[in-house]
């Protein structure tokens, strides 16, 4: 035992968790009212563990198994909508099949927390990860974030419920975490108190907008053109408030649990001197911190960026952090074909962030880890010869551990 866990007032023990160990126990903690559930792996251990902590009689909540992911999602969503604090998950295209019930949760602004096991889009049938899945919803009015430890997706749970119950808020949040990766590889994690996670987050609290029968309010009524513009412009503003609610939110996370998230946004590694900076989000962080390490024994001027919010995108903060860079490399572990350039989600983004930057620097961008492929030490560092050698001409992205000539012919070829 730690030096650190000492304080039974913070911590009750440490665990060999999986990810979805972890977010089990935060949702455990954070004693949400409702669960609804239907099964898709990788997420699946969530409510796995959860079953098990009911049964175990540590545990009280409606567990509600759904008949598919869309009525999943629909159980969640109007749990919420009464005032329960609710949670649910999925994968894939499990996540894709709930899509009208995500898109009406949040135009309803209900911040109803989500698992997104980031797995692959079928057919065929690939369960390895990418990250195409949780980021269907990036324009609808969700926040997303990504953990990439399970420590982090434990507090990223709870960080979510503080976050998207907050009541100038008021929006849904997915947590994404890596298929396989994260989901099913264990970690030491230490397990907070429920007196200690008490204190950071409130009790949920819709306010006047819960619906009850004492309390006659209409939700989601047919507004057509008279209010429907006004009602996205209070969305926007929203996600825009959420800037400054996941700054205090961290902050009154490492005051309560003595932890040490400095920028909540994202997570800088050696980039106090950096020339080069490469950014990506979930956990190709370990290879990349990993190569990082390397190149730096080997005197190439490198850092790392990993990237925990998507929505909100945090823009300013990432024009700050690359402003003395000279290249940047972005990696994604997700497609967007047909899109600027050719790049991927993330590359477009981050591109769109620096275009402002008084000291714009080259960016390029890698298209690797599909399906769940491994995404190297190795590779990484051959990123990094690639960005730092970028003159600015030619092709901007550039996809790796792909087969011989992209795949093509592989038809022909009988898939071989």
Avoid at 377 to 403: F, P, Q, S, Y
Wanted: charge should be negative.
């Amino acid at each position: 035992m730690t030096t650190e866990l000492v304080d039974r007032k913070i911590y009750e023990r440490e665990e060999l968790a999986t990810g979805t160990d972890a977010v089990a126990h935060a949702v455990r903690l954070a004693d949400v009212d409702v669960f609804s559930a239907y099964p898709i792996r990788p997420y699946t251990g969530v409510m796995d563990r959860l079953a098990k902590f009911i049964a175990d009689g540590k545990f009280d909540s409606e567990y509600i198994i759904a008949d598919g992911e869309h009525s999943q999602f629909e159980i969640a969503k109007h749990a919420s909508s009464v005032g329960a604090r609710a949670f649910a998950g999925s994968s894939g295209t499990g996540w894709l099949y709930a899509t009208e019930a995500l898109a009406a949760t949040a135009t309803d602004r209900l911040p109803l927390v989500a698992l997104v096991g980031n797995r692959a889009l079928d057919d065929p049938g690939a369960f390895g990860v990418e990250h195409n899945d949780a980021m269907l919803v990036r324009d609808l009015g969700w926040l997303i974030v990504w953990a990439s430890t399970a420590q982090e997706a434990l507090d990223t749970t709870l960080i979510a419920y503080r976050v998207a119950e907050d009541p100038s808020v008021m929006m849904p949040c997915a947590v994404a975490i890596d298929g396989g990766y994260l989901t099913h590889s264990q970690h030491i994690v230490k397990i907070p108190t429920k007196e200690a996670v008490q204190k950071f987050l409130p009790p949920y609290n819709l306010g006047t907008r819960r619906m009850h029968p004492d309390n006659p309010v209409s939700i989601a009524p047919q507004i057509n053109e008279d209010w429907g513009m006004e009602i996205r412009r209070q969305n926007w503003e929203a996600a825009r408030r959420a800037r400054g609610v996941i700054y205090r939110a961290y902050k009154e996370y490492n005051e309560v649990f003595h932890s040490s998230y400095a920028n909540p946004f994202f997570e800088e590694f050696m980039m106090e001197d950096a020339e080069i900076a490469l950014i990506g989000m979930g956990t190709v962080t370990s290879a990349a911190k990993a190569a990082v390490k390397l190149l730096r024994e080997k005197g190439v001027k490198v850092g790392y960026v990993k990237l925990r919010w998507f929505r909100p995108f945090p823009a300013e903060e990432l024009r700050e952090s690359l402003s003395e860079v000279r290249a940047v490399g972005v990696i994604d572990r997700d497609f967007a074909h047909g899109g600027p350039d050719d790049g991927g989600v993330l590359f477009n983004d981050v591109r769109a962030a620096l275009y402002h930057s008084s000291n714009r620097p080259q960016i390029v961008d890698f298209i690797g880890g599909l399906a769940g492929r491994e995404i190297s030490i190795e590779d990484v560092a051959r990123m990094v010869r690639i960005t730092a050698n970028h003159k600015g001409e030619g092709e901007l992205v550039t996809w790796i551990r792909v087969r011989e000539g992209n795949g093509a012919g592989m038809e022909r070829k009988g898939g071989d």
